[in-house]
């Protein structure tokens, strides 16, 4: 499975199952970037830009307000992009900042066209961990947060008190998937931390039945 407890997911060494090597995924974000006349220079050090890219159907964020202030706590400029706009060059400019935050979902394929030194951050639905997209990200780093707790309504409280029960049950995984996801600000913070002083290494879940937190 993709879950976080079964893979020990870390930025150093996701997306090695699916691009062999770095050469390779290097080879094919430059394709993608050239396609639309974008450079491959290497993402600043420490990140100066910040992108939140958020879709315009429920599955968003619903502490969006806080989680760009605390990007601007860590960055000069960052801001938030729709996705409504599904033309090609225009889905990889999502991906042009040097910490792009998204919410799970089929728009994180674009991150392939992501250049050296850059950061994506994506965060899985509260009880959907094992929905984190395992797309080939060798050239750049990726981190994935879950969802802070939250309730739902249509899913057995059983179900909302164990993670493993959640993505058993099909009603459960569809409904969650459907909800804004309460991205957890402490969590994103001390991520933001590490990525500015080159210290990610350091971050560990630690899991209990219904959610694993970053630590």
């Known amino acids: 499975g993709n879950t976080l407890r ?55 964020f619903v502490n969006l307000d806080a989680v760009v202030d605390t990007l601007r706590e860590a960055v000069p400029m960052a801001k938030v992009v729709s996705t409504d706009n599904l033309e090609f060059c225009h889905q990889l400019s999502w991906y042009d900042a040097d910490i792009v935050v998204i919410v799970t979902g089929a728009h994180v394929v674009a991150q392939a066209s992501m250049r050296p030194g850059q950061h994506v951050i994506e965060i899985v639905p509260y009880l959907h961990e094992s929905d984190f997209s395992p797309a080939a990200c060798n050239a750049h780093s990726r981190h994935v947060l879950v969802g802070s707790e939250r309730q739902y309504s249509n899913v057995p409280g059983t179900l909302q008190a164990n993670q493993r029960l959640c993505m058993m049950s099909s009603q459960c995984r569809k409904t969650v998937r459907k909800y804004p996801t309460v991205v957890p600000i402490a969590e994103l913070r001390l991520l933001l931390q590490r990525i500015l002083t080159g210290k990610t290494a350091e971050g560990v879940y630690r899991c209990t039945p219904s959610r694993c937190a970053y630590t």
């Open 6 to 60: 079964e893979s020990r997911l870390d930025a150093q060494n996701c997306g090695s199952n699916v691009v062999p090597t770095t050469t390779n995924a290097v080879r094919f974000a430059k394709a993608l970037r050239a396609r639309c006349s974008m450079g491959y220079a290497p993402a600043s050090h420490p990140p100066k830009t910040a992108q939140v890219l958020v879709r315009t159907d429920n599955r968003s």
